[in-house]
């Protein structure tokens, strides 16, 4: 089954600076991958998904993020952070596991951004 | 385009009661999928509703119920709630059950179990 790990729970930036939130996935097929945004006491929002037509994808609000087969990895990056992306951070795996295909997320990083 | 929404936005519960949430989907979608978000952690995967007929299933509990109407809208049932029931459950609608159908989330119920 695949899966997904977030290094960072917690992550602080300070306003401008860049934003890298890491991801690293374990499939054993090619894996469409997501990242997701939540705020606080909201639902998930879609930043931007991996589906294997380009290695770099780019989402929305500046973020973008580049898939490395040979490093597993799928790291969210955004060149200049803003207070508005204080946020919690999900990385997901589209899973086929008993023939469902659902959604193996992340822990989450919790992004803070300081002024 | 109406977004994937969710009610009621917050439940308060005893141990031993029974909850029914609600989920409409986006327009157009015909497969929603339930996951829980407890505190701290990425949500999980419940099951999954295509076309008013169960599509696959977490690893959560019988009495962990859901159905799907003919609108393609959803309920998720809780019957004999216990305090590790409350968390944030999320709903997801997409377009059909493959690989590529990216799963859109509403805004999700949070049930805090007394």
């Known amino acids: 089954a695949q899966s997904v790990t977030q290094l960072g729970s917690h992550v602080s930036v300070s306003e401008g600076a860049l934003v890298l939130l890491r991801c690293n996935y374990s499939s054993s097929v090619p894996p469409y991958l997501f990242w997701y945004v939540q705020y606080p006491n909201q639902g998930l929002q879609l930043l931007l998904k991996?589906?294997?037509?380009?290695?770099l994808v780019k989402g929305i609000n500046g973020f973008e993020a580049e898939f490395k087969k040979s490093e597993t990895s799928f790291h969210l990056t955004k060149p200049s952070a803003h207070m508005s992306d204080a946020a919690e951070y999900f990385c997901a795996v589209s899973d086929q596991g008993s023939g469902t295909y659902k959604y193996i997320f992340g822990t989450g990083t919790r992004l803070k951004v300081l002024a | 385009e109406t977004g994937v929404t969710q009610s009621p936005t917050h439940l308060i519960k005893t141990r031993g009661q029974q909850v029914t949430l609600r989920c409409s989907s986006q327009s157009g979608h015909n497969t929603v999928s339930w996951y829980q978000q407890a505190l701290g952690q990425g949500p999980q995967f419940i099951f999954q509703y295509y076309r008013e007929e169960e599509n696959g299933r977490g690893n959560f509990p019988p009495r962990f119920s859901g159905l799907q109407f003919p609108n393609y809208s959803s309920e998720l049932n809780v019957n004999a709630l216990e305090l590790d029931d409350s968390a944030l459950y999320l709903c997801?609608?997409?377009?059909?059950?493959?690989?590529?159908?990216?799963?859109?989330f509403g805004p999700g119920t949070r049930l805090t179990v007394l």
């Open positions: 997801a609608s997409s377009l059909g059950t493959g690989f590529t159908d990216t799963q859109y």
């Open positions: 991996y589906t294997s037509a380009a290695t």
